[in-house]
């Protein structure tokens, strides 16, 4: 039930409500570290390409100092959520996943090629990673190859996130990639299991697209030119703020669920500005996406684009993308216990929620 990246923690349990999925509990903590001197004015020569020169934390950050140091609230997390057994997935890229085509052969041959393969490319030793793989669907393959999908992070890393949050309350149970939580999503959400799916995870240090057929994750593509650190860089250049201004100016501009109408769109023209092109630039990589699963797949083609992650909260994001696309394009919704969300956007919940999932042992 914990989604831990660099910018952010996400936290939530689900329920089950007559059949249908609930969110029962929700916790989260926002890490946009501001400048060390926020109350000063930005530097005429402050940087504008280097995370790590507005004070945000980094991946390198993340693993070397583990949670315990964005955790600051572990205090609220007390009698929140039932139970301390919990699953999680390091986003950000932290956990790698990739997908291989590899002659047909045994399946223990195949998982060893594939073991073998993923350590040469991490430049370790197969010892030295946890390695899961996974025959992916055959519409994928050609005739004389078999697919695969392997998930892979290093040893030290996984049992120090286990450390950490068990110092906190929670007994990690299991370590998920970022595609498969996706796809997990996309399946509490989308009823039918037949509609091909784009899931895409908006994070800050990359979108992750996924195509989702039958629950599982048949094609993803992580796009680093494309997380919302580019865009809020972007902002924060135009109006010579921090991140976290950035941030709250892109994201209070108006509610997501307001018909799109450019004639009368609130934003100023510098946030218009860098929005259209970041949106552009998306929309541009998910069109590829799409002309090559239809080459690839044949059978394969997405329905319906499905939105989750941070950048569910940039205004009006849905209906533009829908217009760039030419896809029905969502943003992840889940119906809340008690209404305690307000009115921000669940979608930034759903991979938290899809690792929830996994106690129910339906997906």
């Not at 689900?14 to 969110?23: A, D, M, P």
């Not at 291989?100 to 223990?108: A, G, K």
């Not at 992650?309 to 009006?316: H, L, R």
Request: aromatic residues 6%.
């Amino acid at each position: 039930m914990n989604r831990i990246g660099c910018h952010e923690v996400k936290m939530a349990q689900v329920c089950k409500l007559n059949g249908s999925w609930r969110l029962s509990s929700i916790w989260s903590i926002e890490n946009p570290v501001p400048y060390k001197s926020e109350k000063k004015e930005l530097p005429p020569d402050r940087p504008h390409r280097d995370p790590e020169s507005f004070g945000w934390t980094t991946p390198k950050d993340v693993l070397e100092h583990g949670l315990t140091p964005l955790l600051t609230e572990v205090e609220n997390l007390k009698g929140l959520f039932q139970g301390k057994k919990c699953a999680a997935t390091l986003s950000d890229g932290m956990i790698d996943y990739r997908e291989l085509d590899l002659p047909i052969c045994d399946p223990s041959e195949a998982r060893s090629i594939v073991y073998s393969e993923v350590a040469l490319e991490a430049g370790c030793d197969p010892s030295e990673l946890i390695t899961d793989c996974w025959q992916l669907p055959k519409s994928r393959s050609r005739s004389e190859t078999s697919s695969y999908a392997a998930a892979s992070m290093k040893s030290t890393v996984a049992e120090q996130m286990a450390i950490d949050l068990l110092k906190i309350g929670f007994d990690c149970q299991a370590m998920d990639a970022m595609p498969c939580a996706l796809a997990r999503a996309t399946q509490m959400m989308i009823e039918d299991e037949k509609c091909v799916t784009l899931a895409i995870d908006l994070g800050y240090s990359q979108t992750t697209i996924t195509l989702v057929q039958n629950g599982e994750p048949v094609l993803t593509r992580s796009l680093r030119n494309c997380g919302l650190l580019s865009l809020l860089e972007s902002v924060a250049k135009s109006f010579e703020v921090s991140l976290s201004d950035a941030q709250t100016l892109l994201f209070q501009s108006s509610t997501v669920d307001k018909p799109y109408d450019s004639s009368q769109e609130k934003f100023s023209n510098p946030l218009r500005h860098c929005l259209e092109s970041y949106l552009q630039a998306l929309s541009i990589e998910i069109n590829k996406t799409i002309k090559y699963s239809d080459r690839a797949f044949h059978s394969i083609a997405p329905e319906v684009i499905l939105l989750m992650g941070a950048g569910v909260k940039i205004p009006f994001v849905a209906k533009i993308l829908e217009q760039k696309t030419s896809l029905p394009t969502l943003l992840w919704d889940m119906d809340v216990s008690n209404g305690q969300v307000g009115s921000q956007p669940i979608g930034s919940f759903a991979v938290a929620a899809a690792l929830s999932s996994l106690a129910w042992g339906e997906t």
